[in-house]
């Protein structure tokens, strides 16, 4: 069966010219290769973010959101499926508990910020390891729910830990808290690589509200 980010790519590319099928099939991260097209539609939807989203969310791929509560556009996608956020940027979004307004954006309209978006997403080593080994059961970004009740979203680690404490734990593994939260996870302990990314990523998700880990 077609995926329907497919279909979708049929209708909005349909009058469009011929290599548009083959840039929006060729996947999630623009690569080094950017058709003329490409980069135009990512021109298209970075105006759009200016001018519709970036009064609240830091929308490039670095700086702090303007309004603390908005995520950060290069991490959204790390847990917004991108089909998902077309689907309901195209049926007129609305958040809950937010100030923000309710958007609802033409078809292409919303393949270009979606293609923006893609082109702004962090893959960095912090966001793929938590992603892989901790988001199974801990928030991860700077408003969900930890999948796992017991699981402390990251966001809060900095208002329970000191940077060095927190390095010393994941180094000798946190045994003792995973095992006894009968979540059933492994023993488990990271390298200092795996530290040091972590330690970034939660920098990278810090807010005034919650603060990452400060020293010592
Ligand atoms: C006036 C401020 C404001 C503007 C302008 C704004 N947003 Fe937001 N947005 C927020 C806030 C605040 C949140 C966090 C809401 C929450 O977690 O309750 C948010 C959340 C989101 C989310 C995550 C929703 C979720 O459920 O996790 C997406 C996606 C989003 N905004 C997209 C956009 C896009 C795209 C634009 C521009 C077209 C935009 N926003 C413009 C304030 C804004
Ligand atoms: C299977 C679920 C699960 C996975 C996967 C998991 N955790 Fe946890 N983690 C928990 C639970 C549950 C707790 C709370 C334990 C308690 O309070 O006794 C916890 C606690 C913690 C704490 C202590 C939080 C605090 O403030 O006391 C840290 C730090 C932590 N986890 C880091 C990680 C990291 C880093 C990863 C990924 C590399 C990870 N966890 C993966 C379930 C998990």
């Known amino acids: ?6 279909l979708f790519a049929a209708a909005v590319c349909g009058p469009l010219l011929a290599g548009c099928m083959d840039d929006l099939s060729a996947g999630s991260v623009a690569g080094p290769r950017l058709s003329d097209e490409q980069t135009a539609q990512i021109e298209d939807g970075r105006a759009i973010a200016e001018g519709n989203c970036a009064a609240c969310h ?15 556009f ?4 790390s847990r917004y499926k991108a089909d998902v956020l077309e689907t309901e940027l195209n049926e007129g979004m609305r958040v809950a508990h937010a100030p923000m307004p309710q958007f609802q954006f033409k078809p292409e309209a919303t393949a270009s910020l979606i293609a923006y978006l893609r082109s702004v997403q962090t893959r960095d080593p912090g966001l793929a390891l938590v992603e892989q080994r901790c988001s199974r059961c801990h928030a991860i970004g700077a408003t969900d729910t930890s999948p796992y009740p017991g699981a402390q979203p990251f966001r809060k680690l900095g208002q329970r830990w000191w940077r060095g404490q927190l390095r010393d734990a994941l180094k000798t593994g946190i045994i003792v808290e995973h095992d006894t939260a009968e979540a059933r996870v492994p023993p488990m302990k990271l390298n200092d690589a795996e530290i040091d990314a972590l330690l970034a990523y939660l ?14």
Request: charged letters at 20%.
């Open 203 to 216: 920098d990278s998700i810090a807010t005034k509200e919650n603060p990452a880990p400060k020293a010592p």
């Open 58 to 72: 830091a929308i490039g791929s670095q700086g702090d959101s303007p309004n603390p509560l908005a995520p950060r």
């Open 74 to 77: 290069r991490l959204l996608l």
């Open 1 to 6: 069966m077609m995926k329907w980010s497919a």
